[in-house]
């Protein structure tokens, strides 16, 4: 059951407010089938994205993948290429074809357990709620700043301490952008909260500004179920990060260097230069393969150049190296919201055993195998149906409102860009 749906406080931050602007609400319509399209394009997306990302995470770092990356490539791919040719448990489509379906890995996998958890306490769970459920959920299979949050949670911390500097070596890191896109699915179009939540969330495991890029993807992520134009969906998550922020700064880049430069190759090496070992009077940024700094303003490079296309923008967010498989699978998500599931293209979700090919992306089958104590094989389509559920009750908690009409169901959403 579905339990308190309540209203989300205003989160202050440092330096540019969220309230020093305000968008006026506009009423927007959408059905049910076409929002729950882009609901499982988001989720078959990301799983898309982390799939063609395995093979060269952490693989290239100085120079981006020489060619750009437009299928599924394996440890028996080119030899000449730097593929990961050591942990085999990321190979699509081996491991999918073998399972029978999609496989859990940290870009989803904390989502499902969010689901779970929103499900059981609503959309106004607390720190010690979440808190409760990674715990009893979030044991293994877990990196980064996830990672020491998690162990800081079994010394009795309660987040936003789990994510702050003062006890997170790692609150810098690039964990909070690819496991709360979630939020921005429970509140289509609401962009506000969407953020709000997603920052919160944020907080579980960083501090500062990495957590900006996780609101500019929320940001992008909400408005994308109504908004197609990625240049303007880039624009509307600039104004939402904080004036002094390194992620604002490189997010004012990357869209000079793109008007600037046709190639994204160009844009990637000023990008490398300049963010890697950021420094800016007597500050600094960690120098990390993992920072969410340069990985997110890769993420934002690929949405510029990828011009909402499904294969060139995960291709150019996979082809940009370092923690490629994460940045391509937020890519791959937000184009899979703008144009829905059934405009990713069947071969990098279909017939991929030598079986008859499934009917559905992925043989509609999620497989749980990194959360404890939840289910281990889950229908996708379900799993969207039931984030539709919670974003049903949240769009009529904040001014909306749903209809019949002729056989079909729609949702008139109050949204706020």
């Known amino acids: 059951m579905i339990a308190r749906f309540g209203k989300t406080a205003l989160i202050v931050i440092t330096g540019l407010h969220f309230a020093c602007f305000v968008y006026p609400q506009t009423q927007r319509r959408i059905s049910q089938d076409q929002l729950l399209d882009k609901i499982l394009g988001y989720w078959i997306g990301q799983c898309v994205g982390n799939y063609m990302g395995f093979p060269f995470e952490g693989t290239y770092l100085e120079e981006p993948v020489p060619i750009l990356i437009d299928r599924y ?31 859990s ?16 306490y609503g959309l106004d769970i607390n720190y010690p709620e979440i808190r409760k459920m990674w715990m009893d959920h979030i044991n293994r299979k877990i990196w980064c700043a996830n990672r020491t949050a998690r162990d800081l949670m079994s010394k009795g911390l309660i987040p936003p301490a789990t994510g702050s500097k003062a006890n997170n070596e790692n609150w810098y890191q690039i964990d909070p952008q690819l496991v709360n896109e979630i939020w921005s699915m429970f509140y289509p179009g609401m962009v506000r909260k969407s953020t709000d939540r997603a920052l919160w969330a944020a907080r579980i495991t960083n501090d500062d500004w990495g957590t900006h890029p996780t609101m500019a993807y929320a940001v992008m ?29 490189g997010m004012v880049d990357v869209i000079a260097w793109h008007k600037q430069n046709e190639d994204w190759r160009k844009t990637r090496k000023m990008l490398f230069e300049k963010y890697y070992r ?25 949405l510029l150049y990828g011009q909402g296309d499904f294969v060139m923008t995960t291709g150019i967010a996979v082809s940009a190296g370092i923690d490629c498989d994460n940045q391509a699978a937020t890519c791959a998500g937000i184009i899979g919201v703008i144009h829905g599931a059934s405009a990713i293209p069947p071969g990098l979700t279909e017939g991929l055993t030598e079986k008859p090919s499934w009917k559905r992306p992925f043989n509609d089958t999620y497989i749980n195998f990194s959360r404890d104590n939840l289910p281990a094989y889950n229908s996708i389509r379900d799993l969207a149906s039931r984030i539709l559920k919670i974003a049903e009750s949240a769009i009529i908690e904040n001014g909306g409102s749903k209809s019949s009409e002729g056989g079909r169901i729609f949702y008139t959403i109050s949204t706020d860009f």
């Open 221 to 249: 992520y909400s408005a994308a179920v109504f908004e197609s134009d990625v240049d303007k969906l880039v624009d509307l998550a600039l104004k939402y990060i904080p004036g002094d922020s390194p992620f604002r700064e």
């Open 278 to 302: 950021y420094k800016k009077g007597n500050y600094s940024a960690p120098v990390s393969d993992v920072s969410s700094l340069i990985n997110g303003l890769y993420g934002i490079m690929a």
């Open 73 to 103: 490539y394996s440890y028996r791919d080119d030899t000449a290429l730097a593929i990961n040719r050591q942990d085999l448990r990321g190979y699509c489509p081996e491991v999918t074809g073998w399972l029978e379906g999609a496989f």
């Open 105 to 120: 890995d940290d870009d989803t996998d904390i989502e499902f357990v969010t689901l779970h958890a929103v499900e059981k």
